[in-house]
């Protein structure tokens, strides 16, 4: 949480994304289901930054719904072959190897062995597309084909078992997307408070001026709300199982949404020159942080999540609610 709040501080989403994608999602997945000697050899190159993983999961006819994936591995000699491709791999460039999400072939040739997700060398990965986005510069989103034999260590925890590995690696990394907003949102508000500060209408300092002080007070409550909420969080991750993928899920859509409207409104504190590239970083804050709403799961996914565990109180209900 730590580097993800501080990563986030830079405002510059493309070097945060990248590195909460290679240690949360790819790392936190090698920790739990990376059992055989090749995944702890990728899983030490990562931590001791030799190695840079990367995580596919979105397909052109699979994003939200992961039933759409036409990746397939299917058994050979020795181990698997996996092909299909990949449309939005971040980090698939500079990567040394990729966890892929993919449809497990069955022994009769059908692609209905449920899902896995398989450990492939960045030697199996091609060019099919370099994406231009409307922000993260700095993270290369790459469309890629892939066709690759792996050994059947390769295979990241058991065949059919994918969603629940791509859940638990997407849970970390969304819970450090949410982290790197309270990050980049406290940049943003930083310098719109100095800018407040320094610059002067109608003869007196802008923060003097009630409207502005008080919007800016309304984003710095949020986010004083936000940081408690994602360290207590992250404390819940590995001591008590409290934190699971739904409540990850309504942290990452409450962040995301709360940063979109928060860098936004620094933005417009800067007047003109928030909109002017060479002024200040704050029009590309606002578009890198555009992307928190849809990279791991797009915000209706995430309301799905947590509407999937909403309850019900029919108690209370049939003693409080008479209609008559
Ligand atoms: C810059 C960038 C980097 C990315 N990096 C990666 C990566 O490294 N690895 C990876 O696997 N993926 C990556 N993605 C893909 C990203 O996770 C998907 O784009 C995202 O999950 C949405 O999938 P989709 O694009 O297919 O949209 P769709 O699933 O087609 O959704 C389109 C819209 O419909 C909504 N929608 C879909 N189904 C429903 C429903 N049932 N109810 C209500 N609304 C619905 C969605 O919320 C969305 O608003 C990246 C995307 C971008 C833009």
Redesign the pocket.
């Known amino acids: 949480m730590i580097i993800a709040e501080e990563s986030g501080r830079y405002g510059r989403a493309g070097l945060s994304?990248g590195v909460s994608?290679c240690l949360e999602?790819v790392g936190s997945i090698l920790v739990r289901y990376g059992d055989s000697p090749l995944l702890r050899e990728y899983l030490d190159g990562l931590l001791d930054g030799r190695l840079i993983g990367?995580?596919?999961?979105?397909?052109?006819t699979?994003?939200?719904?992961l039933t759409?994936l036409r990746t397939v591995a299917r058994r050979v000699p020795g181990g698997w072959r996996v092909t299909g491709e990949?449309?939005?791999?971040?980090?698939?460039l500079v990567c040394d190897f990729a966890l892929l999400?993919c449809r497990i072939e069955d022994d009769r040739g059908d692609a209905h062995g449920g899902l896995g997700v398989f450990a492939v060398p960045a030697s199996a990965l091609s060019i099919r597309k370099r994406?231009r986005?409307?922000?993260?510069a700095a993270?290369d989103?790459t469309w890629m084909t892939i066709d690759a034999r792996v050994p059947d260590e390769a295979l990241v925890g058991r065949p059919g078992a994918g969603l629940l590995v791509a859940t638990w690696g997407l849970s970390h990394e969304r819970l450090s997307i949410a982290g790197q907003t309270v990050g980049g949102v406290a940049a943003a508000t930083g310098l719109a408070t100095a800018h407040l500060h320094r610059r002067e209408q109608f003869g007196r300092p802008l923060l003097q001026h009630q409207a502005l002080r008080l919007r800016l007070a309304d984003l710095s409550a949020r986010l004083l709300s936000l940081r408690f909420a994602v360290y207590s969080a992250a404390q819940g991750i590995p001591v008590t199982g409290a934190c699971g993928p739904r409540e990850t899920a309504a942290l990452k859509v409450t962040a995301t949404r709360f940063a979109e409207e928060a860098m936004s409104e620094c933005m417009h504190l800067f007047g003109g020159a928030g909109y002017l590239e060479d002024e200040t970083p704050l029009g590309r804050m606002w578009r890198d942080t555009r992307?928190g709403r849809?990279?791991?799961?797009?915000?209706?996914?995430m309301?799905?999540l947590v509407a999937s565990g909403m309850t019900p109180d029919f108690v209370g209900y049939d003693e409080l609610v008479d209609l008559g």
Do not use: N, Q
């Not at 849809?294 to 996914?301: F, R, W």
């Open positions: 994304v994608l999602t990367c995580f596919g999961a979105s397909e052109p699979g994003g939200s719904d759409g990949k449309k939005y791999l971040s980090l698939g999400l994406l986005k409307v922000g993260t993270l989103t992307l849809i990279g791991a799961g797009t915000d209706e996914m309301w799905e």
